[in-house]
């Protein structure tokens, strides 16, 4: 799944980091974006999408999508999410 998912993002002009919770380097880097609205890992369900603004120095998270879906409902969730973000509000400034 992550292989469609990573290219309706691309399409979308994401990017898609595919992160295995079984990888503690990859994990470690990640980490604070994943547990930004979870208090234990446990609660992670799997797959979770999450978007999260990267620019300047802090970061912002605008939203989670959590479980497997087809691709066309990945990407309409996806794009809703977009809509209702401030992301896209602040992209619009830039």
């Given amino acids: ?27 470690r ?6 547990l930004y609205h979870r208090s234990a890992r446990k609660e992670i369900a799997l797959p979770t999408y999450i978007l999260v603004d990267l620019r300047g120095d802090n970061f912002a998270v605008h939203g989670e999508l959590t479980g497997s879906m087809s691709r066309r409902r990945f ?20």
């Avoid at 309706?8 to 079984?22: N, P, R």
């Avoid at 880097?29 to 994943?34: A, F, G, S």
């Fill in 29 to 34: 880097v990640y980490r604070k974006y994943l």
């Fill in 1 to 27: 799944m992550a292989g469609f998912d990573a290219a309706v993002a691309a399409e979308l002009g994401f990017s898609f980091v595919d992160i295995d919770m079984k990888n503690i380097e990859s994990y």
């Fill in 75 to 94: 990407r309409v969730s996806l794009e809703g999410m977009l809509q209702q973000s401030e992301f896209a509000r602040s992209a619009e400034d830039a």
